[in-house]
């Protein structure tokens, strides 16, 4: 077996064929009859720490590799996978995602932030989402993905967004943090600030992004189960003639607040009916556009801002509706501001 190291580097070779990387890993499948060979080996010579067959063959095969193409190895994050199989010569490919950290800004309502199957046919395409398998045409993830996936020759893009804003909320300020992971890329050298100029070109004003820096799995989890803060700037229609005062009046009542929450009736189908606490950190009036009042909220994450307004027939408590004594309901929500929960190079995005 170790004869051939160098006809398994080219076998290696062979199956890397266009295909951009600068970093490989070698790993093999040993069949269970060789393992089990290596261990009568082991227990009749009473070796207490041999090396495996395993370890050896990865690590001379992937020097042996090294040396043909100049590429280094990486153990923890190699951009290619090489498995090779003795069993009967092959070698199966792995090419591993690239994950991008950035965020994206969101300037049109009723775009979702991820691919939603439609709800009758689950995609596979039917009269009600006249066969495309969707219920939105788009949605932030195919708006950055389709530039993307073009640039990387690659199979697929999936967003994993800290946080989501309602599809008729628009995201801008700040924009929100998001990982995009690049699935399956024939090619990865493409610098940032090109596939950010893509990105931003290609999605004609309905979204943008900053691209801030190249990121991983670990990172993905820590943004999808980070606390951040937001601030929401909301457009409030009040039943009857209140005064600026009354208003202010009101949301004192608010300020600080802790809030308890069932889960609203608009989301009741797709999650489980239960109750929770969330703070309003600030709420302010700053004035009112054509009869409706323009109010800013600075929350926890997961406080629900429109059911925080009109209380959800009296799931969500305190609410607005009940501190002013009449029906408030939200008809404008913006998201001008979510913190970041991993360290960020210089964000082009400012609050607005
Ligand atoms: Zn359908």
């Not at 720490?49 to 395993?54: G, R, V, Y």
């Amino acid at each position: 077996m170790f004869d051939e190291t160098d006809a398994w580097a080219e076998r290696i070779e062979e199956s890397v064929q266009g295909i951009e990387f600068s970093t490989l890993l070698v790993g093999c499948r040993v069949p269970p009859i060789m393992a089990e060979s290596e261990e009568m080996v082991w227990s009749d010579l009473g070796l207490t720490s041999p090396e495996t067959l395993k370890a050896q063959f990865n690590r001379e095969v992937g020097k042996a590799f090294s040396a043909r193409s100049g590429s280094e190895v990486d153990f923890k994050r190699p951009d290619l996978v090489a498995v090779c199989n003795p069993a009967d010569n092959t070698v199966d490919l792995e090419i591993n995602p690239i994950y991008i950290y950035g965020r994206y800004r969101k300037y049109e309502r009723g775009i979702p932030q991820t691919r939603w199957h439609c709800r009758e046919c689950h995609g596979e395409g039917c009269e009600r989402c006249n066969f495309t398998g969707k219920m939105y045409a788009d949605s932030v993830e195919e708006l950055i993905g389709r530039p993307v996936i073009k640039c990387c020759d690659a199979e697929d893009l999936i967003l994993h967004g800290a946080g989501r804003e309602d599809i008729d909320a628009r995201m801008i300020g700040t924009g929100r943090p998001f990982i995009m992971e690049i699935v399956h890329p024939n090619i990865r050298s493409i610098p940032l600030s090109v596939l950010e100029e893509t990105i931003n070109s290609t999605a004609e004003g309905r979204v943008s992004v900053t691209l801030d820096h190249i990121s991983d799995r670990r990172e993905v989890e820590t943004i999808k189960s980070g606390k951040a803060h937001k601030r929401y700037s909301i457009l409030v229609e009040v039943d009857g003639d209140f005064s600026e005062d009354d208003v202010r009046i009101s949301l004192s009542a608010l300020k600080g607040a802790s809030i308890t929450q069932r889960t609203p009736h608009r989301v009741a189908h797709r999650r489980a009916d239960k109750e929770r606490k969330r703070d309003v950190i600030d709420i302010n009036l700053r004035g009112i556009e054509d009869g409706q009042y323009r109010i800013e909220v600075l929350g926890d994450a997961g406080l629900y801002i429109k059911e925080l307004i009109s209380g959800d027939e009296g799931r969500t408590n305190p609410n607005l509706t009940e501190c002013i004594g009449a029906p408030a309901k939200v008809t404008a929500l913006d998201v001008i501001m979510v913190e970041g929960v991993v360290p960020e190079k210089v964000n082009k995005f400012q609050e607005d």
